[in-house]
C-alpha cells in the first residue's frame, strides 16, 4: 500500500504560479510512475502529467503543456508540479498519483491516489 500526501494549494490570481507536492510513503516507492489528476467542479477527474520513476519520461496533458512541469526527488520520496501562467480553468482539486507505468496515469486509472489539494485560480 502507497499512501500518497498533497500539499501547495491555494487561491492565487491568474497569471500567478503554484508548486504542489506529493510525499508518498508506506510500501516502497521505488519503480513507481507519479503523476497528477484534477478534478473540477461538475466535471470528470482527468489526466494532467506524469513522470516516469526514472524521470526519463515526462507526459502532459494538451491543456497544461508549457505551463506545468513535473518533476520528482526519489531519495524524498517526493513528486512536484510546478504550475505557471496559471488560468480560471485550472481551478480544481489537484490529485497525486502513483501507478506501475506512467500509462495507467495518463488513462486515469493510477493503483493509488491522494486525498486531494486546492487550487484556485481568480480571474
Known amino acids: 500500500q502507497v499512501q500518497l500526501a498533497e500539499s501547495g494549494g491555494g487561491l492565487v490570481q491568474a497569471g500567478g504560479s503554484l508548486r504542489l507536492s506529493c510525499v508518498a510513503s508506506?510500501?516502497?516507492?521505488?519503480?513507481?510512475?507519479m503523476g497528477w489528476l484534477r478534478q473540477a467542479p461538475g466535471k470528470e477527474r482527468e489526466f494532467v502529467a506524469a513522470?516516469?520513476?526514472?524521470?526519463?519520461?515526462?507526459y502532459y496533458a494538451d491543456s497544461v503543456t508549457g505551463r506545468f512541469t513535473i518533476s520528482r526527488d526519489n531519495a524524498k520520496n517526493t513528486v512536484y508540479l510546478q504550475m505557471n501562467s496559471l488560468k480560471p480553468e485550472d481551478t480544481a482539486v489537484y490529485y497525486c498519483?502513483?501507478?506501475?507505468?506512467?500509462?495507467?496515469?495518463?488513462?486515469?486509472?493510477?493503483?493509488?491516489w491522494g486525498q486531494g489539494t486546492q487550487v484556485t485560480v481568480s480571474s
Open positions: 498519483a502513483a501507478g506501475v507505468t506512467t500509462g495507467v496515469i495518463r488513462r486515469n486509472t493510477p493503483e493509488y
Open positions: 508506506g510500501r516502497t516507492f521505488s519503480g513507481y510512475a
Open positions: 513522470i516516469s520513476w526514472s524521470s526519463g519520461n515526462t
